[in-house]
C-alpha cells in the first residue's frame, strides 16, 4: 500500500528560528502533496497543495512567506516554519495522492505528523 | 465554500452499534469520506460514497443521501480501539487542484 514518511516526528525550538519538515513518499510518486495543520482536538485544516515542478496553491489565511513549501522531486515536499513563534506551535500532517492534480481519486495517504513546540 | 457539520463527541459501550452523521454544504459535490484518526496518530481513510446508498467495508459501513447532503458512519460490534477521532471530508476543486476538506471531527469514546 502508499506509504508516507513525514520527519521529524517531533520538534522543539527557539522562537525566531525556523523549522523544517518534510514530507516523502516512499513506494509512489506523489505529484501532488498537501500540508495539514491541527490544533489539539480540532480538525485538520489545509494549508497549501503542493505540486511537483510549481508553486504551492495557499489556502486563504495562510501566509506564504510564512509557510515555506517545496515539491522539488516527484516523492519530496518540504514544509519549513520560518521565524517560528509559540502560536506556530502546533501538529503539522502532510499527505499525498497518488495521481495528478486533477486525480479522482479520493483516497489520501497521510504521514504520521509533525508536532512542532516553539518556545 | 465547503462546510461539514458533525457532532462533537458520542459515548457507546463495547459491542454496540453507533452512528456519526455528517451534513454538508458544498459548491460542487464529488463525493463524502471518512477517516479515522487516534490521538496522536495520523487519519487513516476508511470509506467513501460517491453516489446514494450504502458502502460496507467490514464492521464499518457509510451512507450517503446527496439529495439531503447528508451522510453518516455506522460502525458496528464497537471495540475498544474504535476509540478515535472520526471526520468526514468533501472534495474541492477550488483553485484547479482536487483537495479535502474536513469536518470538525467526532471524538467516539467506547467504554466497556
Known amino acids: 500500500g502508499a506509504v508516507v514518511s513525514q520527519h521529524p516526528s517531533r520538534v522543539i525550538c527557539k522562537s525566531g528560528t525556523s523549522v523544517k519538515i518534510e514530507c516523502r513518499s516512499l513506494d509512489f510518486q506523489a505529484t501532488t502533496m498537501f500540508w495539514y495543520r491541527q490544533f489539539p482536538k480540532q480538525s485538520l485544516m489545509l494549508m497549501a497543495t503542493s505540486n511537483e515542478g510549481s508553486k504551492a496553491t495557499y489556502e486563504q489565511g495562510v501566509e506564504k512567506d510564512k509557510f515555506l513549501i517545496n515539491h522539488a522531486s516527484l516523492t519530496l515536499s518540504t514544509l519549513t516554519v520560518t521565524s517560528a513563534h509559540p502560536e506556530d506551535s502546533s501538529f503539522y500532517i502532510c499527505?499525498?495522492?497518488?495521481?495528478?492534480?486533477?486525480?479522482?481519486?479520493?483516497?489520501?495517504?497521510f504521514g504520521a505528523g509533525s508536532r512542532l513546540t516553539v518556545l | 465554500g465547503q462546510s461539514l457539520e458533525q457532532p462533537s463527541e458520542v459515548t457507546a459501550v463495547e459491542g454496540a452499534i453507533v452512528q456519526i452523521n455528517c451534513t454538508y454544504q458544498?459548491?460542487?459535490?464529488?463525493?463524502l469520506s471518512w477517516y479515522q484518526q487516534h490521538d496522536g496518530g495520523a487519519p487513516t481513510f476508511l470509506s467513501y460514497?460517491?453516489?446514494?446508498g450504502l458502502e460496507e467495508t467490514g464492521r464499518f459501513s457509510s451512507f450517503l443521501s446527496r439529495s439531503d447532503s447528508y451522510g453518516y458512519l455506522l460502525l458496528q460490534e464497537l471495540q475498544m480501539k474504535d476509540s478515535a477521532s472520526y471526520f468526514c471530508?468533501?472534495?474541492?476543486?477550488?483553485?484547479?487542484?482536487?483537495?479535502?476538506?474536513f469536518g470538525a471531527g467526532t471524538r467516539l469514546a467506547v467504554h466497556p
Open positions: 471530508a468533501v472534495r474541492d476543486f477550488s483553485g484547479g487542484y482536487n483537495k479535502l476538506i
Open positions: 458544498t459548491s460542487g459535490f464529488y463525493g
Open positions: 499527505s499525498a495522492r497518488r495521481g495528478g492534480p486533477t486525480s479522482g481519486a479520493n483516497v489520501l495517504t
Open positions: 460514497n460517491g453516489l446514494d
